[in-house]
């Protein structure tokens, strides 16, 4: 048996995913103990199923902040006393080319600041490990490097709908099913600077009937991840050996 690690987790909604590593860290299928979760969305089905376990619960209002940001415009006060906007736009690969810099700016500028209220809640747990269980917020260089500690190694992961590198992006299981895929998945993988690019962990593939819907290829994919997201915790805890 690996050592047990602390993981913290971060949510947006329902929490499935959550519910999957909660149950395999209860029944101690897994060497990981969850210390918190966190959300962007007040009030979700996932806080709840947090709650229920008795792990400790917090809310960062991306929303709030973000439509704060636009209606009162961002000032250099506003940003965390850390923030060097030259330096994350060097590392941040999120933005294709022609992106205009003004948009670049207030994503980065905006996200920082939702970003160190995250920091700040996460900084009282002690973690080894951040799993993104159905978090639909991209991640800048800024928080990354203040979990990334380490060089080359990694502590943030995140669940992805497809099989990468294939259907990176929000709707992988949309995309696969509007491809006309024959074998669909899901990927485990580290969070790097860009958009579903981090090095992969582990992946479940499933078939795709020619009768299956979208709704099908949802559900076959789902019960994957259930099963795929808490062996990845579990590969992660005994590399610390």
């Known amino acids: ?60 209002d991306y929303s709030k902040i973000i ?3 636009k209606k009162e415009g961002i000032n250099e006060v506003d940003l965390p006393k850390d923030f060097n906007l030259e330096e994350i736009e060097s ?35 002690e973690m080894d490990l951040l799993v993104l269980a159905g978090f639909m917020r991209v991640l800048t260089p800024y928080f990354i490097d203040r979990i990334n500690i380490e060089p080359e190694k990694y502590r943030i992961m995140n669940i992805h709908p497809a099989l990468l590198p294939s259907f990176p992006g929000t709707d992988g299981y949309g995309d696969t099913f509007a491809y006309g895929c024959k074998i669909g998945g899901c990927t485990v993988h580290y969070i790097d600077y860009g958009e579903d690019t981090g090095p992969i962990i582990g992946q479940k593939a499933f078939e795709i009937e020619d009768h299956d819907t979208l709704d099908d290829i949802k559900k076959k994919g789902l019960e994957k991840e259930w099963e795929l997201y808490p062996q990845c915790i579990q590969k992660f805890a005994e590399s610390l050996e």
């Not at 149950?23 to 709650?51: C, H, M, W, Y």
């Open 91 to 125: 590392k941040q690969k999120l933005f294709a080319p022609g992106a205009s810099q003004e948009q670049i700016d207030f994503f980065l500028k905006s996200r920082a600041i939702a970003e160190k209220q995250l920091l700040d809640k996460i900084v009282a747990y």
């Open 1 to 60: 048996m690996a050592k047990k690690i602390n993981v913290g987790a971060l949510i947006s909604g329902g929490g499935t995913n959550l519910q999957a590593i909660i149950d395999a860290a209860l029944e101690n299928s897994i060497d990981a103990k969850i210390v918190f979760t966190g959300s962007d969305n007040p009030g979700v089905k996932g806080l709840e199923r947090a709650q229920k376990a008795n792990i400790d619960t917090f809310v960062v």
């Open 67 to 69: 439509k704060s940001c």
